[in-house]
């Protein structure tokens, strides 16, 4: 269920809502520029409009300094005892200490309302899982220590290259930096020092032929990893899976990813309204560019791709999305298994996922000699690390270099 608010007077300011998580509420709230929350518990939906409603009128009374929160008295348990504090006021240093399941839950919870991508969402909530199995469900998130983290480290570095345990410390900060403005902790975030095992960075891109040589000198299949196809290897891809049976979306988004770079993600999120045909332009709606931003990219479309969507966008009609069924926008699951079974048995089955046709992209735009600059501006942000992979892919500009230098 999304939010819940009361219906107050106008000029009376809403600051609680509702939540429900299963069968469970919840209460949040602003107070002093702050975000709190509390649990309702397991109640019918009438009884926790009633606790919200409550929570306001407090609140409201608080503003207009007719009730006063007593010294060392925390503002939720003021709230769960409707404005009047217990005999015994526990102050803010015996409060009760958020065991980490909770915690974790809490920040899952909170970032499930769009702030970020699903599959992002996904991923933290993966990392925060393999820190609670180091931690326990148990554990008082405001004891952790220095030590706590490494002990995480040490446990996963048997098990998970060296990125992925920053990613998952990573996420386990950006948890702990919303805690603290949730008042759930204090202090910063005790990872100076953490020592981490030596990382490896990611091997360049590389042509099909390139990596079975690789692998025919001794490397594994994880080589297949680094692939990026050429222009005529992903010409005859689209040949491959035209014919094939598939879901009806999935020639046309192939050739939306082989011909713009674009993220599946964006190609998930690509409405109808996006594509002009006219024009030959597509509207991408990007989520990584601006932290908390949903921002947007103007990519030009190729002959074919104003083909193949031009066959294709007539099917849609009356629907939202470019891609998929009647029903709302497609899910990754469904996005990669369709990629798997199509290609399953095939000679294309080496390739990874979705990913490789962006790598493709920009891989046969830095080997046509393109600015990065204009790659960048087409296919959206690449990261520093991911730029070094290609960079080798400019041939002109390297000759150019060491002719300037050496005729």
């Known amino acids: 269920m999304g939010r819940i608010g009361f219906a107050l007077p106008a000029r009376v300011k809403v600051v609680a809502?509702?939540?429900?998580?299963?069968?469970?509420?919840?209460?949040?709230?602003?107070?002093?520029?702050?975000?709190?929350?509390?649990?309702?518990?397991?109640?019918?939906?009438?009884?926790?409009?009633?606790?919200?409603?409550?929570?306001?009128?407090?609140?409201?009374?608080?503003?207009?300094?007719?009730?006063?929160?007593?010294?060392?008295?925390?503002?939720?348990?003021?709230?769960?005892?409707?404005?009047?504090?217990?005999?015994?006021?526990?102050?803010?240093?015996?409060?009760?200490?958020?065991?980490?399941?909770?915690?974790?839950?809490?920040?899952?919870?909170?970032?499930?309302?769009?702030?970020?991508?699903?599959?992002?969402?996904?991923?933290?909530?993966?990392?925060?899982?393999?820190?609670?199995?180091?931690?326990?469900?148990?554990?008082?998130?405001?004891?952790?220590?220095?030590?706590?983290?490494?002990?995480?480290?040490?446990?996963?570095?048997?098990?998970?290259?060296?990125?992925?345990?920053?990613?998952?410390?990573?996420?386990?900060?950006a948890a702990w930096n919303w805690g603290t403005r949730m008042n759930y902790v204090s202090g910063n975030f005790p990872s100076h020092g953490l020592v981490y095992p030596k990382s490896v960075e990611k091997l360049h891109f590389m042509t099909w032929d390139e990596i079975e040589r690789r692998i025919a000198a001794g490397g594994d299949d994880e080589l297949w990893d680094c692939l990026y196809l050429t222009t005529a290897q992903m010409t005859k891809l689209l040949a491959f899976v035209k014919p094939h049976q598939a879901p009806p979306w999935f020639h046309p988004m192939l050739t939306f990813a082989c011909h713009t770079g674009a993220r599946r993600s964006e190609m998930m999120r690509c409405e109808l309204q996006d594509i002009d045909l006219a024009a030959k332009w597509i509207t991408i709606r990007e989520k990584k560019k601006k932290r908390g931003q949903v921002t947007t990219r103007r990519v030009p479309m190729s002959s074919e791709l104003v083909q193949v969507m031009t066959a294709w966008l007539p099917s849609r009609k009356g629907a939202k999305f470019v891609f998929g069924g009647r029903q709302g926008m497609l899910t990754v699951q469904a996005v990669q298994k369709a990629f798997v079974r199509v290609l399953k048995g095939s000679k294309w089955s080496v390739i990874r996922g979705w990913h490789t046709l962006r790598h493709s992209v920009v891989s046969a735009m830095a080997s046509s000699g393109i600015d990065q600059r204009i790659i960048q501006d087409i296919v959206g942000h690449l990261t520093a690390s991911m730029q070094r992979r290609y960079a080798h892919i400019y041939p002109a500009t390297k000759e150019d270099a060491i002719r300037k230098v050496f005729g």
């Not at 409201?60 to 006063?68: E, H, K």
């Open 17 to 173: 809502t509702l939540h429900k998580k299963g069968d469970s509420w919840y209460c949040q709230f602003m107070f002093k520029r702050q975000r709190f929350n509390f649990s309702i518990g397991k109640v019918e939906e009438m009884e926790a409009c009633n606790v919200g409603a409550r929570a306001d009128y407090i609140l409201m009374r608080l503003r207009q300094n007719l009730m006063t929160l007593p010294d060392g008295m925390d503002i939720v348990t003021f709230i769960q005892h409707d404005g009047k504090p217990p005999s015994e006021v526990p102050t803010a240093s015996a409060k009760r200490e958020m065991p980490f399941t909770e915690f974790r839950e809490s920040f899952i919870r909170t970032f499930s309302n769009g702030a970020i991508e699903a599959n992002t969402l996904s991923t933290a909530t993966i990392h925060l899982q393999h820190v609670a199995t180091t931690l326990g469900d148990r554990f008082p998130i405001g004891r952790l220590a220095h030590l706590d983290l490494q002990k995480h480290i040490d446990r996963r570095r048997k098990d998970v290259a060296p990125i992925t345990i920053h990613k998952e410390i990573d996420t386990l900060k």
